[in-house]
Each structure stands twice: as C-alpha cells, then as structure tokens.
C-alpha cells in the first residue's frame, strides 16, 4: 500500500520494528546515523536498504527537517556502504521512493542501493 511520504510518523511501521530490534534484519553496516540491511526482496544481486535512525517518513521530511549534520552522516554513511561492498567499480543505483505516486510503500525514508550487475535503463 502506497503513502503519501508526509506525517505523521507511524511508529509501528516495519523498519521502525527492526530499529527497535523487533524483527530481525541481516545488517551490514550501522553507525549513529543509519542502519543499512539486505532487503529480503532483493531486485539485484545486491540490494540493500539504508535508513536513518531518526523518525522520517521519506524523503521529503528528511530534506525538510533534519539537521544538516544528519544529511550529510546519511549521506556518507550511503557512500561507505557502496564502498564496503565493492560497488564503486562498476556502479551502482540508489532509489529512495516519496509519496503515493513513486510507489512508496514503508513510511520511513529509506535509500534502496542496488548492483552487483547490469542494471536496466529507465524508461524516457
């Protein structure tokens, strides 16, 4: 079911539930910031899902609210994991999805990162 990427924060929402260790995750990477995880419906090879720590419901909140050192550790933090996972070769695809037209489906901002392959072109 898609959102509309705007409040209020649904603190019951999955990805708030694996921050509080309620459902598991296979992480790979945390820090202050962020939690990244492989998503269990993965679209490529590698495909793992990157989210704040902090109660945003997309990334229009996010960009709007958070202070700009939490921008920047997100973004960092995005970079390392790329990093980390030896994606910087060849490339890699980030897709963070806001309101009910772009199919946002968790009302948490979150940051898909996608490789490990070719990735289809988007269409014009």
Same mark, same amino acid.
């Given at each position: ?22 459902? *598991? ?29 902090? *109660? ?66 988007? *269409?014009?």
């Amino acid at each position: 079911m898609a959102v509309t990427g705007r409040g209020p924060y649904d603190p019951q929402n999955v990805f708030a539930k694996i921050l509080r260790g309620e459902i *598991p995750c296979k992480a790979i990477f945390e820090n202050e910031w962020v939690l990244a995880f492989y998503d269990i419906a993965p679209k490529a090879p590698v495909h793992v899902l990157i989210i704040p720590k902090n *109660p945003y419901v997309s990334f229009m909140d996010f960009s709007q609210t958070a202070p700009a050192e939490e921008i920047a550790g997100v973004m960092r933090a995005t970079g390392q994991i790329a990093l980390d996972l030896g994606l910087e070769e060849n490339g890699y695809r980030l897709i963070t999805n806001a309101g009910l037209h772009s199919g946002q489906e968790v009302p948490h901002f979150h940051i898909h990162l996608l490789g490990g392959k070719a990735l289809p072109a988007f *269409p014009a």
